[in-house]
């Protein structure tokens, strides 16, 4: 029976390359593995799969009765609606631990690390399996993307080190440089409809009962907003309502000068400004130095709700 | 900061020796780490422990404000009860994944193995640290608890050549005879108070939102049950009442004939018998070629529950 390699939903470029480079290594050592995907592919990972020749993994949304190596989360928010009558087999990630249980042993391959992908270098290292030079390819891009080429605090020495083997292998010389020609393609938010925009990359949350949804976007220079913040904001609003969540927030972050601006919109802005120490003007704030939902976003909010 | 590196409540030999081997890792990885328990040391890991020369990991019932390392479980019912005041670092286990959750990001070894010690020899080899001889000793005691000899159905692989590679580098010839040895000491159970045994490796589920204890003994001969067996039955009875479990089975095992006998005391004896598709009768049945708690008890019971 063969198993099914999948990324959460609303999929990053760490949850596409990681069920391509988990599900090739898998083949290699004998267990049979198909990599799937749980939403569209961005533009950014588009770009990264056409560099390197491969095509998009199956779109594939419901896994009841299949088994399922999961990818890059272990909330079950992020996972397939019909996770519970999966056997999960696997799990690669490098987030907090969610609240994904299951009823039979499994393998667990969880880092504080910055990327998915520097663990699954790590299961090819364990395996002792050659990384083709196409699959070092996108794991690499991948790292690049999650660690915002080496300046997100999640970045470790780790994730550095494993970039420069990856390079090495790929035949990549500059890697910095195609990181740059990533976040480009990621920064042409021009023309793409709002609520896409808002989706791109967004992750719901249960905190404490209460569901929050943060999404990210990650550009060479807010500018690129200006003309479209305004739409954003509202958007953000019916999100929040269609999706009877507490609190939704979008964070449009400037690679270059590594900081967010907030765009809030919730049932009770003070549990957020507290949490962050902040004062929200017309529903936003701008969070010097934070470039990371994971390490920066999301622990205090947690921590706010604990605490409410 | 040190971190805390400690096993589930009810601490089995797993659960001793890999706090021991886990702190000391660490340590020498530049991690401070002190090595700690949640309850009594059992006669077999106290055994394990003179075979070797090691002292008991200190007593320590809270960690709020603590870091800690978790071994051997991912179940909040067999964690710390202040667990969630404390930042768990990371987890090796090898059951399935319970509803331990943290708020950050951590490290988690966990592998479909038959011990918890065996991912812990994994983890010396990926950071390159050599096992001294008497850590290998009580790591490969662990693991032949674990997997009863490599009779037990969780038995992989990786447990027997890990046991063989620990035994080489602890100098011990003949790790089988040294296993034997270990159920030997386990399998004196006369002269103990009635619910000391009960509770000597008892673990509590969460099923469904019905709490359900299962104790084990692991024996080289049932007949040294016939004298005590009906104080152990009376006397799971009043555990259940005690702890408001739904259910509480001790399960009796015959490592050399291969099965074990479980009582049962239930609100529902149905859905046991149901789970195992057995006639219970006078609240026990044999269970043929049942060693394993993890693989082959809790399983069937936690579909049953979920299915009821
Ligand atoms: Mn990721
Ligand atoms: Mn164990």
């Known amino acids: 029976m063969a198993m099914y390699v999948v990324g959460h939903k609303i999929p990053d470029s760490d949850s596409i390359c990681g069920a391509l480079a988990i599900a090739y290594l898998k083949n290699q ?11 569209d592919v961005s533009p950014e990972t588009q770009f990264i799969l056409d560099k390197f020749g ?28 019909d996770i519970d009558e999966a056997t999960v087999v696997g799990v690669v990630d490098h987030h907090k631990l969610g609240d994904l249980t299951t009823s039979t042993p499994l393998e667990c391959w969880i880092r504080p690390v910055g990327c998915s992908n520097t663990i699954v270098k ?14 070092a390819g996108i794991m690499m891009c991948a790292i690049l993307s999650d660690t915002v080429i080496f300046k997100s605090p999640t970045c470790t020495t780790a994730d550095i080190k494993c970039v420069e083997a990856l390079a090495e292998i790929a035949g990549i010389e500059d890697y910095k440089a195609l990181g740059m020609e990533m976040f480009k393609v990621k920064s042409a938010v021009q023309g793409t409809p709002t609520r896409d925009l808002v989706m791109r990359d967004f992750k719901d949350f249960d905190m404490h009962g209460n569901l929050v949804g943060i999404g990210q976007l990650e550009v060479i220079d807010l500018s690129v907003f200006d003309e479209i913040k305004a739409d954003l904001a509202a ?42 120490g902040v004062t929200v003007e017309n529903n936003e704030v701008w969070l010097d130095g934070v470039l990371s ?12 709700f604990a605490n409410a």
């Open 29 to 39: 050592i004998g267990e049979e593995a198909i990599p799937t995907r749980l939403g």
């Open 54 to 81: 491969f095509t998009a993994p199956e779109l594939k949304m419901s896994y009841a009765g299949e088994e399922v190596y999961i990818v890059d989360h272990t909330e079950k928010t992020q996972a397939p609606d």
């Open 122 to 135: 790590m299961m090819y290292d364990f395996y002792n399996v050659d990384i083709p030079p196409a699959y």
């Open 235 to 276: 958007d953000i609003i019916k999100l929040k309502e269609e999706g009877k969540r507490h609190s939704v927030m979008l964070l449009l972050t400037d690679i270059m000068k590594e900081g967010s601006l907030m765009l809030i919109a919730s049932d009770n802005e003070t549990i957020i400004a507290d949490a962050y």
């Open 293 to 304: 939902r994971k390490k920066q976003v999301v622990p205090p909010l947690q921590d706010g």
